[in-house]
């Protein structure tokens, strides 16, 4: 399966920056997500960022907010704009692959963020 | 994606094996289930997945029921390193513009010394 290695791995910014999360594979890889997982929380997926296409977002999150680019098969970023203390957050990448006749998925070791 | 019900925690003795149920009650034909974890402060990671037969790999065993609305995870002698939340997905294999993994809210499994 796919290694990824995310960066940085935790920060703390002030509110009112933009932090830019970036997400580099091994290998290459069509489908690209990113979530989050707010403290105590399970993960909620922001957005599909599937190479060759404009990401897809989920119900509650926005492209202003949340922008993501994915140049190639092996990176993406997700920039989390305009940071208030609720953004505090894991934020995480995660590639999906076949395995067999099924989908695998794998996932960084995500960025803690932290806005004071 | 057929939605899926998992007790909230469980304590495991370490050594013994660890059962971990799951509800699926609504999975359709073509919806696999998958299992995966997530130790404190990392990124989910997968344990097994299947569609109708019972599966095994090197870390666990997943049983599904004959009719398929429930599964269990087995981890067959938890360490306390299997100590993590522990999440059971049901969704279809692929499809264009549905590959996205929903997760919910998991079983914390705590192994015991």
């Known amino acids: 399966s796919a290694v990824i290695s995310q960066k940085p791995s935790r920060d703390i910014c002030q509110r009112g920056t933009s932090l830019t999360i970036q997400c580099q594979v091994d290998?290459?890889?069509?489908?690209m997500f990113w979530y989050r997982q707010q403290p105590g929380q399970s993960l909620t997926l922001i957005a599909t960022a599937n190479q060759g296409s404009e990401a897809t977002y989920e119900s509650g999150f926005v492209i202003d907010k949340f922008p993501i680019s994915r140049p190639n098969l092996t990176f993406s970023t997700l920039t989390v704009s305009n940071m208030s203390p609720e953004d505090s957050s894991i934020y995480l990448c995660?590639?999906?692959?076949?395995?067999?006749?099924?989908?695998?998925?794998?996932f960084g070791s995500g960025t803690r963020l932290t806005v004071v | 994606d057929a939605k899926t019900t998992q007790p909230p925690s469980m304590d495991c003795a370490e050594g013994r094996a660890a059962n971990l149920p799951c509800n699926h009650s609504t999975i359709s034909g073509n919806e696999y289930v998958y299992w995966y974890r997530q130790i404190h402060s990392q990124g989910p990671q997968y344990i097994i997945h299947g569609l109708k037969n019972n599966e095994t790999n090197e870390m666990a065993s997943l049983i599904i029921t004959e009719d398929r609305k429930s599964s269990t995870l087995i981890l067959p002698h938890a360490t306390l390193r299997d100590t993590a939340v522990y999440y059971c997905?049901?969704?279809?294999?692929?499809?264009?513009?549905?590959?996205?993994?929903?997760f919910g809210t998991g079983t914390r499994l705590t192994i015991i010394p």
């Open positions: 997905i049901v969704r279809v294999a692929s499809g264009f513009g549905n590959e996205k993994l929903t």
């Open positions: 290998s290459q890889v069509t489908m």
């Open positions: 995660s590639v999906a692959q076949y395995r067999g006749l099924a989908l695998g998925y794998t």
